[in-house]
């Protein structure tokens, strides 16, 4: 199936500025879309790139479209299509493709905190809206357009990877680029009472 | 199955302060446990009680323990025997049959921040050890004993409910009666640049 990686090359993970200066959060936003890719690839699948401008060294087919992420993805919505978000840092080939099997018109995985994280749409009525808690929106424009949904429920693909908590996870759970590359820039666990934090000394 | 759901009688949810006072806590973590209770019967399975103290109306075996979590669990760890923790308040009976279809001498779900949420233990050589990075010991603890090791990648059972955060999820993606007392208390979802956040207004 085409699988579509919408990616911003404009500030990307702004809410990780706590953790990573601007020039970092760019090399971070780019090792997990490199992991994504791989994912997407290692599933047997074709992933294409929709990005709002340039991005140099990917040997995957990139869009460049300036819009807000809804029209951009809305203009390549040609069903059978899946859209993966480029910040699921802990996605694996078996977790994409549970999601690409997942039988429904839309398929929808909800991310934490209202986020949608990946789709898979079969039906060309239905247009994507990643504004807000979209996860709600796109279950209701679902329900208009009368398609049948259907829910994956994966931690890995609904972990985005967005605030410093988020990091916690892609050190415990990942094996990729991303997980690699936030050890050499020494973030690692730090034990707390009762659960496990980051840190940057 | 037999399912093990250990529950602290003492103090619990106190992450949940800035939300919720020490009864509502309580109250709380009661409907939680009703909810994980009813997913598991839901799933054809036997939920069984571990309590560090005396627990009321409820329609199943209580066992009570005062000592910590993992010795408690360990005194009733006869395989096969799946625990599930008593705060996953979106677990469903899908997810609970997932956990208990997938094969393994043991089958472990992570939780955020480094915890352990739920696990099937089919070899007796196997302990329960849910201090800290828990994951992490689980992991190393199977490798020791010689265990095979599986990962369920659910999101519903990954999430436990500890931060003001997780009553995000539960207010999106529940249906349960921890949801319902949430909203009857006023809690309620409050769009956020970007992401959602809850309020008590």
């Given at each position: 199936?085409?699988?579509?990686?919408?990616?911003?090359?404009?500030?990307?993970?702004?809410?990780?500025?706590?953790?990573?200066?601007?020039?970092?959060?760019?090399?971070?936003?780019?090792?997990?879309?490199?992991?994504?890719?791989?994912?997407?690839?290692d599933a047997g699948h074709?992933?294409?790139?929709?990005?709002?401008?340039?991005?140099?060294?990917?040997?995957?087919?990139?869009?460049?479209?300036?819009?807000?992420?809804?029209?951009?993805?809305?203009?390549?919505?040609?069903?059978?299509?899946?859209?993966?978000?480029?910040?699921?840092?802990?996605?694996?080939?078996?977790?994409?493709?549970?999601?690409?099997?997942?039988?429904?018109?839309v398929v929808l995985v909800?991310?934490?905190?209202?986020?949608?994280?990946?789709?898979?749409?079969?039906?060309?009525?239905?247009?994507?809206?990643?504004?807000?808690?979209?996860?709600?929106?796109?279950?209701?424009?679902?329900?208009?357009?009368?398609?049948?949904?259907?829910?994956?429920?994966?931690?890995?693909?609904?972990?985005?990877?967005?605030?410093?908590?988020?990091?916690?996870?892609?050190?415990?759970?990942?094996?990729?680029?991303?997980?690699?590359?936030?050890?050499?820039?020494?973030?690692?666990?730090?034990?707390?009472?009762?659960?496990?934090?980051?840190?940057?000394?």
């Open positions: 199936m085409r699988v579509l990686v919408p990616y911003s090359t404009r500030d990307p993970k702004s809410r990780l500025a706590p953790f990573l200066d601007a020039d970092e959060r760019v090399s971070f936003a780019r090792r997990m879309l490199e992991d994504v890719l791989t994912a997407i690839r074709a992933p294409e790139v929709i990005a709002t401008g340039a991005v140099a060294g990917l040997d995957v087919p990139v869009i460049v479209d300036e819009r807000h992420l809804s029209p951009a993805v809305n203009a390549q919505l040609d069903p059978p299509v899946a859209i993966v978000m480029a910040d699921l840092a802990l996605a694996t080939p078996v977790a994409i493709q549970r999601l690409v099997e997942t039988p429904g018109d909800p991310g934490r905190g209202g986020g949608t994280n990946a789709l898979v749409v079969r039906d060309a009525a239905f247009r994507v809206d990643f504004h807000g808690n979209s996860i709600a929106d796109h279950r209701d424009g679902a329900r208009r357009s009368d398609c049948t949904t259907t829910e994956v429920d994966s931690y890995r693909l609904s972990t985005d990877v967005d605030e410093p908590a988020d990091l916690v996870e892609v050190l415990l759970h990942g094996s990729g680029r991303s997980t690699g590359w936030l050890r050499e820039q020494g973030i690692r666990l730090r034990p707390t009472e009762g659960h496990v934090d980051v840190e940057r000394p």
